[in-house]
């Protein structure tokens, strides 16, 4: 027996694609729960995208805040980036309060998730955070968020675990069609699982699959997979782009200064790192 779980601990070590910086950085995501550079990254490179578009104040939404641990990292990083980049961050979170709701749908996976998993200590929670809980389910929250009036959605962190309550909230996306950005970074939590159980006929996977069909104008596409893909460490498959087609800035210019760059004696790379 223990010669046997060696052996597959072996081959999963070496059968692990990634470097194992990776990995360790992956580690310390699991063990320490409100490190999370890919929030942080994520919330960066959204505020950034935010001010090159003229944006002063922006709104970031958390879908499913069970302890708090997103929610409280989040707030953690608004602090630097609100000082840094002079802007003004708001962040909603969204949760029953009481936990995941009965997975009626064979869609939400009822063998990996079950009715009063991550329930909230509501009390220890709002002694914690400063943003603005809206409890209940997605399906009626929406209608009390619009009266908030949010200003320019930027992000989305998709953490609710079922596709019955990914898909509701994303057909009541045009119900805030008007306060989202034109390009809304959308990270979704479970796109992945090591047992390979989620995929496009299930899950998160299968809502985005579903609005994209019915919409038009506002569709959620995740880029290829690329060696120039450095900006969002461990965000690698979960980041997504919501994009709204409508929005009167979607083509207003936001590229680097071209100008001069591509002559023949213009050798310097101009990409920043950060
Ligand atoms: C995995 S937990 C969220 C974890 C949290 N984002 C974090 O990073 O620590 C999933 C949460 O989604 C919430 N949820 C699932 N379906 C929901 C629905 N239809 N409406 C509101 N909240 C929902 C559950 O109550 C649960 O707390």
Redesign the pocket.
């Known amino acids: 027996m223990f010669f046997y779980r060696l052996k597959i601990f072996i081959l999963r070590i070496v059968g692990y694609e990634k470097p194992l910086r990776v990995a360790l950085l992956k580690y310390l995501s699991l063990k320490f ?1 409100q490190f999370r550079p890919h929030y942080e990254t994520i919330l960066l490179e959204s505020c950034l995208e935010a001010k090159k578009l003229g944006y002063e104040e922006v709104s970031i939404l ?1 879908l ?7 929610i409280i990292s989040l707030e953690k990083y608004k602090k630097k980036i609100e000082k840094i980049y002079d802007i003004k961050i708001n962040i909603y979170g ?3 309060g ?4 009965n997975p009626d749908d064979k869609y939400d996976l009822p063998f990996h998730w079950k009715k009063g998993d ?1 329930k ?1 200590d509501k009390n220890k929670l709002e002694r914690k955070i400063s943003s603005k809980i809206f409890y209940g ?3 009626d929250s929406i209608d009390l968020f619009i009266k908030e009036n949010p200003k320019n959605i930027i992000s989305i ?1 998709f ?4 596709y019955s ?1 990914t898909k ?1 909230f994303l057909d009541q996306l045009n119900k805030i069609e008007n306060f989202l950005c034109p390009r809304v970074y959308c990270y979704f ?1 479970d796109i992945f699982n090591p047992n390979h159980w989620i995929n496009e006929h299930v899950g998160e996977e299968l809502a985005i699959k579903e609005f994209n069909k019915s919409n038009r104008d506002l569709k959620i596409g995740l880029s290829l997979d690329n060696i120039n893909d450095f900006k969002f460490p461990l965000a690698k498959g979960h980041l997504f782009m919501l994009n709204n087609f409508n929005h009167k800035d979607f083509k207003k210019y936001i590229g680097f200064e071209t100008e001069g760059t591509l002559k023949i004696n213009d050798t310097k790379i101009k990409t920043k790192i950060f």
């Open positions: 729960k958390e499913g805040v069970a302890g708090g641990n997103g969204f949760d029953t009481t936990g995941l709701p991550f909230i389910n997605i399906r962190f953490d609710m675990d079922f309550s509701n939590d």
